[in-house]
Structure formats: C-alpha cells, structure tokens
C-alpha cells in the first residue's frame, strides 16, 4: 500500500513538471525535477515534439515523453513493463536525422531530439502498416467477440484504412479447442505477442511461443501440441491482453440458457466476489465501479431461480481452512506454511510444476466448489429438492474455473451429480444480459437472495490479493486469542505488489509470519524457498493472477491504452476494499447463516461431514 | 514443421552425453542454442525426445526450445538420411526448371521436401544458390554436386546410392 501511495504522488508531480514546462518551457526548475524520478539521477532532458519544446526525463523512451506530453502515439504490440519488443510497428515516429522511422515504444530520447508524430511520411506508414496486418486477418467483425472492444479494430477506424487493399494468401491456420477453458484461433492472430508475454513473465508457465518464421509464424506450443495437452494451468491471462479475436473462452451460455428455460430444472446461480467489482466496466461504467446490485437484477432477469452469492461459501471457506491452519499451528507435527487452495489455475500450477509441494496445500475445496457442494446437499435437503434437479451454475472472474468443475473428487451430492453444472466469466455474463436485451443502465439496484447470499465483509475481500489471508487472519486471531482483535484491518498484506510478507503477534508467545503472493510467476519465488528450507511462515495466499481474482482471466478486457496508463487492478480492488469497510459484519466466523448452517447440517468447521462435502485431494503432474 | 514420424532411436550414451555437455554449459549466458546445437551434432537432428531432455535439464518449458528450432533453418527436426540430397531452388535453378527435379525425386523416393525415407537411406530438403548457376538446375548429394538436370536423370543419379 506504502509503495503504491508514493508511485500516484511521483505520478502528479510529473505531470505538474510536465504542465510548467508548456507554459514556461525551459524554465523547470531544478527542485522540482528533483521529486520526478531518483532512478534517473533526476535529470531532464530538452525535446521538441512537432516543433513544441518539453521536457522529460532522461530514460523515458519517445513512447512515455509523448504520453507526458500528452501527445498520443498509437500502439498495438506494446505493454508496458510487461511486452516491450517493437514488434508491430504501429508506433513509428519521425525523428529529425534519423535515417529511418522509429519505433516509438523502445526508441530513448536523447538531449535536443526532435520527434514528428503526424507527418505525411509516418501517417502513411501506420495506415499501411495495419493495412498489411489486416492483409493476413480474417474479418469476421460482425459475429467476431472482440467487435466491441477489438483493438485493431479501432486502430483501423482512426486511421482510415482500407481494409481490401492487399489480397492475397493467408497464413494456414488452425482453430485449437482443445482446451476446456479456451479457443486460439489463429486466423485473427496480428503476432503481437502480448499472450506468450503474460504465459511466460506474468505467469511463467510459457507453454505458448511463436512458431516457425516468416510468413509460416503462428503462435502455438511446441510440435503443435493442442493447448489442452499442455501444461497450461487456465488462467487466462492471454485471453486478457489479447488485442483481438484471436483468444476468446469456450462458452457453456447457451446450455445454462436451454436450463433455465427446462421447466424441470431449477437453477441457481452463484456470482463471485471480484465480478461485482467489473461487470459495470462492460456497460461503459468507469473501472472502480461496485455493479452488485444491477448485477444480481439482471441474473433474475435473465430467469435464475436463485441468485446467490459465493461470498457465503467464502466465509464457510474462511470456517473451514482457518480451523485447518489452527490445527496445523497446535499440531506441530503438521506440514507448514499452508497454502491456499481457492484458485484453480493456481492449484494447477503447483500439480504441474511443484507437486511434491502438494502437501502445504489446504485441502480446502474453493469457494465455488463449496457453493455447489452445499447446495445439493443442506440446500437441496432442507428445501426438499431433488438435488438432479438442481443445475448449478456460477459467474466468475476465472476461466480456470472451466477446469475445476469437471475435476474429480467434486461432487458432494453423489456420483452424476456435479458440484457445478457450469461456470460463466464476467464477460460471458455482460454478453448474456446485453443478448437478453437486458438495458443495464435501468435496471434497480436489488439484493441476492437468502440464505445462501448472506456474506460478511471478510468474505467481500476475497476478489482481491491478500483478501483471502486478511479474512483468515480476521477468523484465525480471534480464535487463536480467545478475544476479540481491536482492529481487523490487516493493511500490510494489501495492494498491488506481487509478493507481500507480514508478521502478526496473536497474542504473547503466538506470532504468525504470513506471505501473499499473486500471479504465478511471483509464487515460485514463495515455492522455491519453501523448498530450499527458507520460508519460515506459517500461512501463504496464492491466487493465480496478478493482482488476484480482479484481474482474473474471465474479467472484462482493458485494453492496452489503459492498461498502459492507469493501475486498474488497484482500482477493481478498492471496490471491494470500500465494501467490506461499509459492512456491519467484517468476520466469517459471524455469518449468521454460516452459524446455522453448521447448526444444522456440518456440526463444526472439519468435522467429518464437512470434510466430505468440502475438501478434496490433488493430483502430481508433470509440466510440458 | 511437425512431428517426424520416423521413429526416435536415440541411445543411452548419446543421452549422457548431451545431458553432461548441458549440466557442463547452463550456467553460460544464453546456453539454449549453442546446447541445441551439440544436440544436433549428437543425434543428428532435433527430435521431440531430445527437445524435451534439454528443455527439462535447462527447466525451461520445451516450447523455449522448439520456438527456436522452428526459427533457425540450421535445427532439423527430422533426421538426416545416409544421403542428404539439396535441390537448390534459387533464382537460376528455378528458372531453369529445378522445381520439376524437386517433384521428381519427391515422387520417386516417396516423401515431401523437408523429410526422411523410413529406413534413413534419404533425406530430402531444398536450397537457395549452391553457386554453380551455370550448371542450373543444380542438386546435391551429401557433397557431390549434380548439374544441368532433367527430371528422367533423376532415377539414375539416386539408383548410384541404392
């Protein structure tokens, strides 16, 4: 949280540096600059950009002292920190002397550089540029997914291109299915490389790459191995960056439409705790926006019989996992630090490249699982419904959840009768409402139903990184204290940063030592010092994506020009930060209808009941 | 490029070799394509079980290491026959007529460019200039070098290899 307050105070000051520049040009003082940048031994450097001076610092590439300026420069490959390889060439600038174009995204600026970014030469350049990308995509705008949010698309409308200009052969390509979370097709792939950034930096996974060359290249693994034969873990962080069509999810919309529209069925739906904090974004909301109310409206809408919420199997996750880490503390004979287990593409990643790590794992099974597992049993029981008749369906922020539901061990109610029928992501469900003919803007603000849609603000966090370890340590102290715990925010383990480490005095003699990790590249960092025998904690939160569960693979698309300027999963994050800290109930423990529910039904948190309906087992795997 | 369906005869030895060349070379900066082509030189070419001993050796995941064998026109991914036979299909050669010769020996040895017969006699792949355009169209066996070819000398040259 620190380091994120002190980046937005850097961030203002240099566009306050940038604003005096303009209007007093080359007098910015040196005081000033000072504040701008200490990595960059605070210096400025003079630049003329389309015959107007600035200044920017001395580092910045044309890209960033154009965006100071701001001055636009389009781009299409380009993700800052993350994909940085001018490989599209969208951005080419004019630089005076310079004997060719330049690619604006990695070009650095130098003392007295004058740059051109409107001249005859470099417009022309951009509209061919995309007019050859468009020469090797295939134009199905109208029924494509990405039309109204395609990134090449809107390049090409701002630039005027004429998108029959150069017909000819098109690079042979293959549709992959073969995943049970997603489609690659190729035929709309602009060779970006955005994807096989996020599968290899963000995640380290790196089952995807480019193949062969030249006119041949296709993104794919390796001997064309169909994607679901990989080591893939799910998480669908391509699909995210993906400028265009190209990476869409496999869609079970349709079938959960053919069931709510079966008399016989009677089903229900679950929303996780990061979809409120994005699906207003898909209705042209500003990102940050909290759509629950709108959201459980349009799920009656569209004609569910229940709409529920997984922040209540949050909290009995909270009941369950904070009772095994409890036991595990006391036990000492017990593995430790124990992992979380709530994110699926996590718990791929560790079956595939750390399984003799499984042991640390919760045996917990995920929030959703829970739902489902509870729902065709106390639910089903107590509301006399034959659990066969029940479809249960969830709206997630995932598309590794695609993976969890057809995994085994994860039918609580009996064989043939699935914790969950099927699962949605948030865009699926925006494309669902909007179908349906649904208008968003109008619809009231109402509430999930009960009891199953009761949550506490514990459960709220969950969307985010370290949500899950804040809800736990919430539970966890006050059992561990015998006492209630003055203050029940645990800021440290908050934020945006990839790996985050704190340590909790419970009460004289009990200090727990806890670390935060998200995004699966930061994890194997936690993991190989679990393995070298040099992490001392005593619990761990592992979600897949960075940033958590607001940043998950089924979450909207944020195209590159945000992505690039504005931290938007921070954004997601205070939504859910700002509802928990409006709530009467803040803890797990004081769900009342997670109280009744293990009145009535479990008995207590691991009791023998619980532990057949809500955990579960692993599986070793190998990697590709 | 995809998979050989010549199947993978690669031996124990041979595997203790590469695998010793890697654990002797992967802390060098940027070992993976200088590995790959001791691997080359060991096997012959770049099958997928050797592209998977480096890939697990080096812990990288093997599309790494088939990105890069896909890339380099120096990584073969199938074997190399007893004879190696080039069909230059450069300007001159082609001109000349140098893709009918490439037809020719396709038709006769029964694979496509880029392959392998099944018994590994012959391997077939095509180039560009072997810098004897006057002798267009242009072919090479191993190291022997075949010109101003026509399509019935094809049967004859290769029958000198059987």
Known sequence: ?624 | MSKSSIAFNGTKEQESQLKSFISAHKSDPGPLIMIMQEAQKIYGYLPEEVQRIISKELNIPMEKVYEVATFYAQFNLVPRGQYHISVCLGTACYVKGSGKILEAIEKQLKIKNGECTADRKFSLDSCRCLGACGLAPVMKVNEEVYGKLTPDMVSKILAEFK
């Open chain 1, 1 to 624: 949280m620190k380091k994120t307050a002190k980046k937005t105070v850097a961030k203002k000051t240099t566009k306050k540096v940038v604003a005096k520049a303009k209007t007093t040009k080359a007098k910015a003082t040196k005081a000033t600059t000072k504040k701008v940048d200490s990595k960059v031994q605070n210096k400025m450097l003079n630049i003329k950009i389309n015959g107007i001076d600035y200044k920017a610092p001395v580092g910045s590439t044309i890209l960033e002292a154009c965006r100071l300026a701001n001055i636009e420069i389009p781009t299409l490959c380009f993700l800052k920190d993350l994909n940085e390889i001018a490989a599209c060439r969208i951005c080419m600038v004019e630089v005076k002397n310079a004997r060719s174009l330049v690619a604006a995204c990695v070009y650095p600026i130098n003392e007295g550089i004058e740059i051109f970014t409107n001249t005859k030469r470099v417009v022309e350049s951009r509209k061919k540029t995309i007019e050859l990308i468009l020469s090797n995509h295939r134009m199905d705008c109208l029924s494509c997914v990405r039309s109204g949010n395609c990134e090449l698309l809107a390049l090409a409308r701002a630039n005027g291109v004429d998108d029959t200009k150069y017909q000819g052969a098109k690079t042979p390509t293959k549709i992959d299915d073969s995943a049970v979370h997603l489609i690659r097709d190729n035929s709309k792939c602009v060779l970006c490389r955005r994807c096989i950034a996020a599968c290899s930096k963000l995640q380290s996974v790196g089952v995807i790459g480019t193949n062969n060359r030249g006119f041949k290249t296709i993104v794919g693994s390796q001997f064309d191995m169909p994607l679901g034969e990989t080591s893939c873990v799910h998480c669908g962080q391509c699909i995210n960056v993906c400028p265009v069509g190209a990476l869409y999810e496999k869609s079970d919309a349709d079938k959960v439409l053919d069931a709510i529209r079966d008399p016989e069925k009677f089903v229900v739906v679950q929303t996780a705790p990061a979809v409120r904090a994005t699906i207003a974004e898909e209705f042209g909301a500003p990102i940050g926006t909290n759509g629950e109310g709108k959201m459980v409206a349009a799920l009656r809408r569209i004609g569910f019989d229940k709409v529920f919420d997984t922040d209540f199997a949050a909290d009995l996750t909270i009941m369950e996992e904070g009772t095994e880490l409890i036991d595990r503390i006391k036990s000492k004979k017990a593995v430790l630090p124990m992992i979380t287990s709530c994110s699926p593409g996590w718990i791929k990643f560790i079956e595939n490249y750390y399984p003799d790590l499984l042991p640390h794992l919760s045996t917990c099974k995920s929030p959703q699982q829970m739902f489902g597992a509870t729902l065709k049993t106390y639910y089903a029981h107590k509301n006399k419904i034959d659990p066969k008749k029940i479809v249960s369906v969830s709206i997630m922020p995932c598309t590794a959840k695609k993976f969890e539901i057809h995994r085994e061990d994860q039918s609580a109610a009996g064989k043939g009768m699935p914790d969950l029928d099927y699962t949605m992501t948030t865009r699926e469900l925006a494309r669902m409402i909007k179908k349906l003919g649904i208008d968003w803007n109008s619809l009231p603000e109402e509430e999930f139903d009960s009891p199953m849609g009761t949550d506490t603000g514990a459960a709220v966090i969950f969307g985010a990184s370290g949500g899950v370890m804040e809800a736990a340590l919430r539970t966890a102290a006050e059992v561990l204290a015998g006492k209630k715990m003055k203050s029940l925010d645990y800021k440290e383990v908050r934020g945006m940063k990839g790996i985050k480490e704190a340590s909790y005095t419970i009460k004289k003699g009990l200090t727990v030592k806890v670390a935060v990790a998200s995004g699966t590249a930061n994890a194997r960092v936690l993991l190989d010092a679990i393995r070298e025998g040099k992490a001392d904690y005593q619990f761990i939160e592992i979600m897949c994506c960075p940033g958590g569960c607001i940043n998950g693979g089924g979450q909207p698309q944020v195209s590159a020009h945000i992505r690039n300027t504005v931290d938007f999963r921070q954004k997601r994050a205070e939504v859910l930060y700002k509802q928990d800290k409006s709530m009467k109930l803040r803890k797990s423990h004081e769900n009342p209808d997670i109280q009744k529910l293990y009145k009535e039904w479990f008995g207590k948190p691991g009791s023998e009941k619980a532990h057949h309906a809500l955990h579960t087992s692993y599986v070793k795997r190998d990697w590709t």
